[in-house]
């Protein structure tokens, strides 16, 4: 239990407090007095709003499920309308307008490119992430399948030299793709130099000397003219650094002593705060905050050991380079980093009123991640994050337009309270909520001098479908979703509007999730689609994934797909409110118990870790032995589908437990080599996080908005209770 200081009629948990007053404040023009003073009106004024938002979701929820109770499928499509809009579901569209952000860095308004999303809670990952910035595409290519084992490439437990060619001659052919030489290619190249006139000069074995075909592209160098070190390309408004040791293992071998090609990869990431991550204390949620404070003020190091061998893992430098005309320039050497704070649903313990009510853990997080992020703007950091003088705050899970002019008004009253100049705090809407899709314009014009994305949150969004027409009927399979009709329509919408209010002008297109982390070559196979489909960037779960996507982006010119996709645009409003159920099920036994084994074990093997082990975020095989991220937007899916399902008679209850026991065998048997695993076939009554799983399902329906954060959170409290009480 934490204890807690008094702040007017709030109280504050103690540690809080101290990271506020001795880790915080310090450098940043804010005296104690004028935070705690501006903390403790900001949450009292806006505490009942927040309240008042969820109270009329719950109150739209009960009224679809009236609805569809009454009537078959969505009912007539005009009555249904109609029966939204007077809900207040279906809100007025209002007049057209652009979005006005200004003081967007170059990440979000210029660069096309992947954006990387990690758990805040991590030190390592979280700093790995900043540093994605620059991704080694000899690493990526190398440790992933997009190099096939064949003809002897096998990745094997030391370097092989015959995979090490393929990967070489694949990068190279890329940096031929967008670098091309006038007469070779830059698999015959045996030296690079740099001219009296700046021009990059690449030689070839037969003596042949050869400028780059578009001299634009050679962008600066490191190292002597005559023997550079590095060649710096840009397309795109990517950067590509071809590095060159010929003393290095894989430089020595090399013809030109390229040793490696670096590119630019991970543009920004997203530190998270929300669906990757368990924070369910006061004492879990410091953790997140000083990560972040670690991340702002470039103090953030954590020892990484591999083997025998332990490294200090800190922030990257900027990189340093001289231009064509022999001018020293310097590139960020880390990605942009912006925050997701939480939605609006949670409170938290972090902060209590008079009467010991927790307050809503969204308001507290704009509160404190702004001013921990008031350093960078100061710079007072080692480095710098946003060089236009912007905070990025991704708020997720906001249900229309009234919640996100809510979120705009907290935004506005922090920068008040922080002395920040208006719209300093700008912020990315996630589209990943019904409501909000089909009020996206709405929701965009409430902040549309601060927004600088919006996303396709696919993954929350069809947690949201499922749960908002529960009662509509039993919905068509998980794996069915992605090809469904409101899904497709719900992609080209938002991009829809995203380019009719010219957000896509000035920021991001977002797209969503690749939640596959070791299917790298059908990321490389799929993934441009998300581009061609009008998105500037779109989310990757980890920084080999980011260095593999970006070439994506040196495939497709967005700028020109945008330019195209403006024309053509139309509303797919009616496909949206197309509702996903099965309206004639017929499935066959075994197809339904493939359906609840699948849900049953991305269920328990994620939430067994949550709960259990405090790990927001997981790689969980599936049946098929394909290692899938898992985190709560995945779990909203499949808790939800189970229920569904529960409800309208596809299974039953016995049935539900039945197979929930039989995978947490599978589940059991998948950790087996983890020492801290608590078996859940040992005990179910006793496993907390069996307990919790099957709690997603059977209570599921009951669940605000089919959210998976109560559960989770209470589950996750309780087990801690209980090793405490073992201590
Ligand atoms: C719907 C949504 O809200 S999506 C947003 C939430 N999702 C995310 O944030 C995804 C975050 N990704 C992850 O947590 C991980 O990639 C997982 C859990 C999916 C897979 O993790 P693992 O199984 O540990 O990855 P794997 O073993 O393949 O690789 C580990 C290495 O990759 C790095 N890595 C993996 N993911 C990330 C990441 N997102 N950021 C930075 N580094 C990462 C690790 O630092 C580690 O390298 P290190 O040993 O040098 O530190
Ligand atoms: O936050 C992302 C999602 O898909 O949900
Ligand atoms: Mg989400």
Redesign the pocket.
Known sequence: MSQYIKIGKLQVAEGLHRLIEQEVLPGTDVDKQQYWDGFERILTELTPENRSLLKQREEIQQKMDEWHQQNEGIGEREAYRSFLKEIGYLEPEQSDFHVETTRLDDEIAVQAGPQ????AN?A???L??AN?RWGSLYDALYGTDVIDETDGATKGTSYNPVRGEKVIARSKQFVDSIAPLERASHEQVTSYRIDEEGQLIATTSDGTETPLRHPGSFAGYQGKPSEPTSILLKHQNLHVDIQIDRDHPIGKSDKAGVKDIEVEAAVS??I?F???VTAVDAEDKVDVYRHWIGLMKGTLSTK?S?GDKTIE?TLNPDRQYVSPKGESFELQGRSLMLVRNVGHLMTTDLVLDESGQEMPEGIVDTLVSSLIAKHDLLGNGKYRNSRKGSIYIVK?KMHGSKEVAFANRLFAEVEKMLGMSPNTLKMGVMDEERRTSLNLKNAIRAVKERIFFINT?F??RTGDEIHTSFYAGPMIRKGEMKTSAWLNAYEDSNVTYGLATRLGDVGQIGK??W?M??EMKAMIDNKESQLTAGGNTA??????AATLHALHYHNINVDSVQHHLRNELESRFDELLDIPVEANPSWSQKEIQEELETNAQSILGYVVRWVEHG?G???VPNLQDI?L??????LRISSQHMANWLYHGICTEDEVITTMKKMARVVDKQNADDPNYTSMSDDFENSTGFQAALDLVLKGKEQPNGYTEPVLHEKRQEHKSKAKANI
């Open positions: 990387l999303v990690v758990p991590n390592r990952y979280a790995n992430a994605a990431t997203i998270d929300e669906d990757s990484v591999k893992r997720p949150g993954l929350d969503g999730m939640p982390p070791d989310w990757v779960p980890s920084p080999t790990v975020c997981s790689k290692g991220m898992e985190d709560r937007a995945t």
